[in-house]
């Protein structure tokens, strides 16, 4: 049985003003955040965390063989323009500041030709180690030695990405044929500088240049200003090891997340499978994203279970830096008793849609109606879309209000709404319950309502940013999993709260009205990791 819990948060809206309000500051045009409720609240309860998306100095042949000084000429182009940001922060009183995946070094190398690229990365278990002060302790360092020169010249927590080397032996049966481990690593310093713990990437996204550890790293550090952090990278947060068991840790209530995402809507794009974990742990999360809009390479955030700054920017080729105050206690998920405090009469037809009071119950092969007021009773046709690359099945959602069913494998989606005008845009609400095979491995279960790509159904699923519908809904699933990250995406890449997200009988719901501009996607996105 799935575990319940209820979130009950105000709708945000899209704003670009470096503010201070909600007990929370931004500093960095071009930022968005939702709207805040004026609050008060004392500096002991928050810190200042930073994260820097990052338009990286790449190599123009990742695939040639260069050696160690040519490597380190371009990776300190990378490394000056994070010291810049790591000065800028240090005026605004950051504690801890999040750098990209993939920042320093860029991507798409050989096992050979990123070899000059890689530190030798010492144990941080096993050696305590401040690579600024002890430069000479270990050869190729240089990398770890600029960083943690920075987090002692800006006074705050540091978190990078880059590549590391460790040698091994013949009697180690993982030993790769060149004699070494080549992980994905982020590493954490302290504001002294010294190296505080490592974490080695456990999911590799086509990342042929790098190793996976044998056993996964489930690495928490502590910090003097709020507590435990988890760290992982990028594609582990669609997986149980390492992001799942971290935060199985109830002490943990912050995540630094380096990234290197690509983003694909409608339903992971980076802000949105982001904002989504933040939401389902009740945690902070400070994702630093790579920024190259040609790769579709944007989208960084520090995320709380209530509102978030983000910014998303396929326009402009800059890096970008988000600055914010964070909950040292995020408020989070509260009691299922609290869910329904302030009933509005959707939220009532809902509960009484799940008693099995009398409502239409209709999917396209039948009507129900016990009694019940028979409203948008034109029985809608099934379809399926590739939506993506998964083949969804989905039903039409026409009119100005309904409520439907659509249902696959096992799974039903439901959606009861109402909207205030008719767009001419066609919505759609689809589910998929099984395996995606394409870009990683891995079953899902996922109720979705989208706006399609144009007017006909083959439309549905396909990429796209702006829209104009408004909806008041409630949209559930009979989901067989506990593990669902709700998704809220309305038009120009704007991130909005739901009103109330939990159980309820056994399904798994999400509401929302009040819209401040047109839905792209609401989703429950859920993952079941015993069935990859």
Not at 179 to 207: A, C, I, M, P, W
Not at 233 to 253: G, H, M, N, Q
Not at 355 to 364: I, R, S, V
């Amino acid at each position: 049985m799935p575990s319940r819990f209820m979130v009950c948060i105000m709708s945000g809206a899209g704003s670009q003003l470096a503010l201070f309000l909600f007990g929370c500051y931004v500093v960095a045009l071009g930022v968005h955040t939702e709207e805040p409720r004026v609050a008060q609240h004392s500096e002991a309860e928050h810190y200042v965390a930073a994260v820097y998306e990052h338009q990286s100095i790449f190599t123009p042949s990742p695939l040639a063989l260069v050696g160690r000084k040519q490597a380190l000429d371009l990776m300190n182009q990378n490394l000056d323009i994070y010291e810049q940001q790591v000065m800028t922060a240090a005026q605004k009183g950051v504690q801890i500041i999040v750098f990209p995946e993939d920042g320093i070094h860029g991507f798409n190398f050989t096992r050979t030709s990123v070899y000059p690229f890689l530190d030798f990365m010492p144990s941080p278990q096993l050696v305590r180690w401040n690579p600024c002060l002890e430069p000479h302790r270990f050869n190729d360092t240089e990398v770890l030695q600029r960083l943690s020169c920075m987090a002692i010249k800006g006074n705050m927590f540091l978190v990078a990405n880059l590549g590391t080397k460790q040698p091994c032996h013949n009697n180690d049966p993982g030993c790769p044929h060149d004699g070494r481990y080549q992980f994905n690593t982020n590493v954490v310093f302290s504001n002294n500088g010294t190296l505080v713990d490592r974490y080695r990437k456990h999911n590799l996204y086509f990342e042929a240049a790098f190793d996976t550890p044998l056993k996964a790293d489930h690495i928490i550090f502590d910090t003097p200003f709020a507590g435990k952090f988890g760290i992982f990278t990028c594609f582990d947060i669609l997986f149980f090891d390492p992001a799942i068991r971290l935060l199985r840790d109830s002490e943990v209530k912050h995540v630094v997340y380096p990234t290197a995402w690509m983003n694909q809507l409608p339903l992971l794009a980076a802000i949105q499978i982001q904002r989504a974990f933040a939401i389902a742990f009740g945690i902070n999360l400070l994702a630093a994203n790579i920024h190259h809009p040609s790769l579709g390479m944007t989208g960084s955030g520090i995320h709380s279970p209530r509102k978030s700054f983000w910014h998303h920017d396929m326009e402009n080729a800059t890096g970008h830096l988000i600055i914010a105050q964070v909950a040292r206690n995020p408020l989070g998920l509260i009691g299922p008793e609290n869910a329904t405090g302030k009933m509005n009469p959707s939220h009532s037809k809902f509960l009484e849609i799940l008693a099995g009071d009398p409502y239409c119950e209709k999917d396209a092969q039948e009507v129900h109606c016990d009694g019940a007021t028979k409203w948008n009773m034109n029985t809608p046709p099934v379809f399926h879309s590739e939506m993506m690359y998964d083949n969804f099945t989905l039903v039409p959602v026409w009119g100005k209000e309904g409520y439907l069913r659509v249902c696959a494998n096992g799974l039903c989606c439901y959606l009861l709404y109402q909207r205030p005008t008719l767009s001419k845009e066609l919505y759609a609400l689809g589910v998929f319950d099984g395996l995606h095979t394409v870009h990683g491995t891995y079953y899902v279960q996922v109720c979705a309502l989208v706006k399609c790509g144009g007017l006909g159904f083959n439309t549905c699923g396909q990429e796209i940013t702006e829209a104009t519908g408004i909806f008041d809904f409630h949209l559930w699933g009979n989901f067989s999993t506990s593990y669902i990250f709700p998704l809220l995406l309305t038009s120009g890449m704007s991130l909005e709260t739901p009103d109330q997200l939990g159980w309820e009988n056994d399904y798994s719901f999400l509401s929302k009205s009040g819209l401040s501009s047109g839905l792209v996607t609401a989703a429950l996105y859920g993952r079941l990791y015993e069935r990859d």
